[in-house]
């Protein structure tokens, strides 16, 4: 194969396509309507075509010739007979990116459940296939005209779901981030059954096939299927969330009249691999949690950029200043500080005290350097998310934080880091504040806990104490205010015994 023509190629699966082809030096053409751009600047040439308009084609294609054609938009059985007419004479094989959906709805269908051969097509536009059902018919009837009428080799791939990190339909995220951000959805039929196939590795699959000199159907995608029920479930298990399911949820895009999986081991018997369907489901869903949590991150950053100002102007009332003065009078040595902010805890530390201080607001560490300034301090500032950073075992002799367990997104994880990074005989100071033990109080800090998250990046619902006692932190002393609000801390470092 030296030319291959690519009738659309700008989205997904074929992108990934188009890029496999250029890295093996295969000259390639893609064919679209023009209307979404690509990546590939002047290393591909174009075709302008509307597949609903078979003038077009013909008009595009003529005089030109290529190796391979891989169809990657074809909807309706009017479109596979257009196009086998332009590109008669024109190719020496043809690819048609297929579907699952040529199945009746069931599980793990082999090829031959579905035979093109002896269907009868009739010919129609793609706006006269209506829902799944349509979607069902249209591509049997493709697969049949091609196969019946081409005068070359076919290949029909009938891919399962494709799911990936490039996914613009967001169908796998959907249920990612309704369980993780506890929104309600709804799965009408939860023990239906489907397959699914990797964005990256369908695309290598299609230029892997066309290299090949098989011809007919053919099932790729990772092994086995999976229910929704047991894909909520994995969904569970990953985020630690219970998933929310209602009648009057989100329905899921999941939501299909029946099952619809199939049998891949023809292809694995032919030496293509695919990822495991369990492995490629949790690697795929811990990408986009870890995606979501950079897009959250960066909005906290943003909300406490925006509080610089008015933390550095603030004046604490005299219940704050003493509790910070009875904590902070017990730092000594080398000390870390956690989420330093404006530096409002500067006025308290011994002078002889060496400083090292955190944030992920640059805005903030600009009021706190200032302030580290007017009393004296000559500390090191560094800017980055705690929770990502890292420091050698047992370098401080003192670390503090004040006030910012509230904002974490895993504050055990970040204990355990303090319970590291604390020598064994240092101290651990600790000034948080969290749920109420006041029934009525802690009633309201629950109703209020999203709109104050929202607006603050601050969680006021959090059992500090027993979050504390789960690090394996050994409390010396504590002290509680405010109807158990706000709790002092005097700890030391997990023994590692």
């Known amino acids: 194969m030296k030319t291959a023509l690519i009738l659309g190629g700008t989205q997904f ?21 023009g209307l979404t751009a690509d990546p590939f600047g002047e290393t591909v040439s174009r075709l302008k075509i509307d597949r609903e308009d078979a003038d077009t084609l013909n008009q595009a294609f003529h005089d030109k010739e290529w190796d391979v054609v891989f169809d990657q938009t074809c909807y309706s059985s009017q479109e596979a007979h257009d196009t ?32 093109p051969k002896t269907f009868k097509p009739i010919l129609k536009n793609r ?38 990190q490039d996914d613009y339909t967001n169908r796998l995220k959907f249920h990612v981030d309704h369980v993780n951000q506890g929104k309600p959805m709804f799965i009408e039929n939860p023990d239906m059954r489907y397959s699914f196939i990797d964005s990256k590795e369908a695309a290598q699959f299609l230029l892997n096939i066309a290299k090949s000199d098989y011809q007919g159907a053919i099932n ?4 086995g299927d999976i229910s929704l029920r ?46 495991p369907l369990g492995q490629l489901l949790e690697e795929l869903i811990d990408s986009i ?112 934080s004040t006030l910012s367990f509230c904002s974490y ?27 109420s033990s006041n029934a009525a109080v802690s009633a309201l800090q629950k109703t209020l806990n999203p709109l104050l998250y929202r607006f603050s990046g601050c969680h006021h619902t959090r059992n500090i104490l027993k979050i504390i006692r789960e690090s ?6 504590s002290e509680s205010y405010w109807m158990n609000m706000v709790h002092l801390i005097w700890a030391k470092p997990k023994s590692k015994k």
């Open 127 to 164: 706006r006269e296939y209506i829902g799944y059902v349509g979607y069902q018919e249209a591509k049997r009837a493709a697969e049949a005209i091609l196969f019946q009428k081409a005068p070359v080799p076919v290949v029909a791939v009938r891919f399962s779901i494709i799911i990936g």
């Open 409 to 435: 997104d895993k504050p055990l994880m970040v204990l355990e880091k303090i319970n590291r990074w604390c020598k064994p005989d240092g101290k651990i100071l600790l000034m948080e504040h969290g749920i």
């Open 220 to 223: 790729p995608g990772s092994s």
């Open 84 to 115: 086998l007419q332009a590109l008669n004479g024109k190719i020496k094989k043809y690819i048609f990116t297929s579907s699952q959906a040529v199945y009746d709805f069931g599980t793990m269908h082999k090829e031959e459940n579905f035979d």
């Open 289 to 400: 949690l870890k995606g979501g949590d950079r897009v959250k991150k960066q909005k906290q950053i943003r909300i406490f950029d925006k509080q610089a100002g008015k933390y550095a102007k603030r004046e604490e009332g005299p219940n704050q200043k003493r509790w910070r003065k009875n904590l902070l009078s017990h730092a000594e040595g080398r000390v870390l500080e956690l989420a330093v902010g404006a530096g409002a805890n500067f006025p308290y530390y011994s002078r002889d005290v060496k400083i090292t201080a955190t944030d992920f607001s640059e805005a903030m560490l600009q009021k706190a350097k200032h302030a580290a300034k007017s009393y004296g301090f000559q500390a090191d500032f560094i800017s980055g998310d705690i929770e990502a950073m890292d420091f050698p075992d047992a370098s401080f002799d003192t670390i503090v």
């Open 13 to 33: 699966v074929g992108k990934r396509l188009v890029q496999l082809l250029l890295d093996e030096g295969i000259e390639v053409t893609i064919a679209t309507r």
């Open 230 to 275: 047991e894909l909520v479930t994995l969904i569970e298990t990953i985020t630690e969330i219970k998933a929310t399911l209602s009648p009057d949820g989100d329905p899921s895009p999941y939501n299909l009249p029946g099952s619809w999986s199939t049998d891949t081991s023809l292809a694995k018997s032919m030496g293509h691999r695919f990822t």
């Open 472 to 477: 394996g932190m050994t409390i010396e002393k």
